[in-house]
């Protein structure tokens, strides 16, 4: 085998190696898969106190992709309209997670005493803001971008993946999008089929190690 032949041949063994590892993130991050049980998680949040899925039976439980960081996000508290989804989704008997899966390495990892005075500042009416500094949550879900919606059924079931709502973008108001968590909501305690199930979601990466 000539120097040349050598080369390609290296270049094509880094170029499977490469689409190897596109492959192995991609199935990682896909794991959650609607109208299949939710994955089983165990965290703590910014207090401290410890939360179990299975804790939440008989209730519907929603996720959020977080990190204040990103435009999308910003934007959605910059306006108020994710406070008001979680007042109103919890105000309904909803469980509510912020879910953080931003590695301890990255500027926008947020440690405890940080994330409460954000929680505070930016008026959140969440149920919890978890903390998956280790990305386990994160990938269970297959969590994507922030922000990154999931709706849990009361059965404990996938009901709804995907974008908060139809607004792919950093500006406007979003309360003037058609909001996807609230028709799920609606459409579980009513006890009738959602229309939407799963979207495309849009935001920015999550910050994995």
């Known amino acids: 085998m000539n120097v040349k032949m050598l080369r390609k041949d290296k270049s094509m063994k880094r170029a499977l190696i490469a ?70 989704l919890t105000g309904k008997s909803v469980v509510y997670l912020v879910v953080n899966s931003t590695n301890p390495k990255n500027g926008s990892y947020r440690d405890a005493e940080a994330a409460k005075k954000e929680w505070d500042a930016q008026k959140m009416k969440a149920t919890a803001w978890l903390d998956d500094s280790s990305g386990e949550i994160g990938k269970a879900y297959g969590m994507k971008t922030t922000p990154h919606m999931f709706v849990i059924d009361k059965e404990g079931y996938l009901a709804y993946a995907g974008a908060v709502d139809d607004n792919a973008s950093p500006e406007g108001d979003p309360r003037k999008a058609r909001n996807y968590i609230v028709e799920a909501v609606k459409k579980l305690d009513s006890g009738e089929k959602l229309e939407v199930s799963q979207t495309k979601p849009y935001g920015c990466g999550v910050k994995y190690n």
Do not use: R, W
């Open 19 to 88: 689409l190897s590892a596109i492959g192995f993130a991609g199935s990682a991050l896909a794991a959650a898969e609607v109208g299949k049980p939710a994955p089983a998680f165990t965290a703590k949040d910014i207090n401290g106190k410890t939360h179990n899925l299975s804790d939440f039976k008989g209730k519907v439980v929603v996720l959020e992709s977080y990190n204040l960081d990103c435009p999308f996000v910003k934007n959605h508290y910059k306006s108020g309209a994710m406070q008001e989804l979680q007042q109103k």
